[in-house]
């Protein structure tokens, strides 16, 4: 069997400067260039301990009329640190043969989710977090998708559990949310806000 290969693009082409913590809502048209001109393949091990690079991650959040498709991972799982996590993001690294992001994007959708529809994925930011070593190696691109009512489930149901949440109900397990989830909760919940 042959290790993972990842896609990865230099941290230089994607973050300026020191980079940022959180989303941004703009540069996403340069990260889709820089990965379609400057992207290539490496093995995963060697991507998750060389800062000089970042794997691009699309991260979709579903939503239902202002809900969020909140998932939570069981003790099933195989990392035992992401045990009892909550999560609003599905996605995953880009490999060889995706045909890039939306590829991919659609890819982790059908590996994740169980709905008799592929939703139109709609860019809304990047999302970055250079505070930790698993984040100083990572991008997400943020996507935000609709269900428009119509039904949604986990695949792996013996890995996570799932369903619609309102925002409310999402900031009741603040604690329990991972890093990423939480950045970006922050974000679209504080730009609805500031559309008010």
């Not at 400067?17 to 990260?31: F, H, K, L, S």
């Not at 039904?151 to 996570?160: F, G, I, Q, S």
């Not at 799932?162 to 925002?167: E, L, R, T, V």
Request: glycine share 12%; hydrophobic share 40%.
């Amino acid at each position: 069997m042959t290790a993972e290969r990842v896609l990865v693009v230099p941290r230089s082409s994607v973050i300026g400067g020191e980079g940022w913590r959180g989303v941004v809502a703009d540069g996403v048209e340069r990260v889709m260039a820089a990965v379609e001109h400057e992207g290539r393949f490496i093995p995963r091990a060697e991507a998750e301990t060389d800062p000089s690079l970042k794997q691009v991650i699309p991260y979709l959040v579903l939503r239902d009329s202002g809900s969020y498709f909140l998932m939570r991972r069981t003790t099933a799982g195989g990392d035992a640190r992401l045990h009892d996590r909550c999560s609003i993001g599905i996605g995953g690294h880009l490999n060889p043969g995706d045909g890039g992001v939306d590829g991919g994007l659609r890819r982790e959708w059908a590996e994740e989710i169980e709905a008799d529809f592929v939703p139109e994925f709609r860019p809304v930011g990047l999302l970055n977090d250079d505070t930790n070593e698993v984040g100083a190696v990572h991008l997400g691109i943020v996507f935000l998708a609709d269900a428009a009512g119509r039904p949604v489930a986990v695949r792996e149901t013996d890995k996570l559990s799932g369903d619609f949440a309102s925002a409310s109900e999402v900031a009741a397990v603040h604690d329990d949310l991972e890093t990423w989830s939480l950045l970006v909760f922050e974000h679209l919940e504080g730009a609805r806000e500031m559309a008010r």
